[in-house]
């Protein structure tokens, strides 16, 4: 079982930044894939960044590529989301997400590969 907390959620505005942290319990969290997730009012859940258990690899929705990066710290049982140059459509529920399964680039973007998440945290960013 792994429990996953969201925080570093708030309001900001167009072109600044947030760190997002996603901290889980659990011996086995480095063993994990961890991806973020968002979820705007009235629109499906959406696939933002993904990091495999190692660090080794990172992958982006185009829509936040060049300014979100996804890392983690196993030491501390964390994966962060930095978001930079923020803009208005990026206001949505963040989610982290894991699994410890194999993943793909076929199946990293849906909701249903991943096994554990968070309650989320609100980013709101104004214009």
């Known amino acids: 079982q792994v429990l996953l907390v969201e925080t570093g959620g708030g309001l900001v505005q167009a072109g600044g930044s947030l760190r997002l942290s996603c901290a889980a319990s659990?011996?086995?969290?480095?063993?994990?894939?961890v991806g973020w997730f968002r979820q705007a009012p009235g629109k499906e859940r959406e696939f933002v960044a993904l990091?495999?258990?190692?660090?080794?690899?990172?992958y982006y929705a185009d829509s936040v590529k060049g300014r979100f990066t996804i890392s983690r710290d196993n030491a501390k049982n964390t994966v962060y989301l930095q978001m930079n140059s923020l803009k208005p459509e990026d206001t949505a529920v963040y989610y982290c997400?894991?699994?410890?399964?194999?993943?793909?680039?076929?199946?990293?973007?849906?909701?249903?590969?991943?096994?554990?998440w968070g309650q989320g945290t609100q980013v709101t960013v104004s214009s």
């Open positions: 990091i495999t258990w190692s660090g080794g690899s990172t």
């Open positions: 997400a894991a699994t410890p399964g194999g993943i793909t680039i076929a199946t990293m973007t849906s909701s249903l590969t991943y096994d554990y």
């Open positions: 659990g011996r086995t969290f480095s063993s994990y894939a």
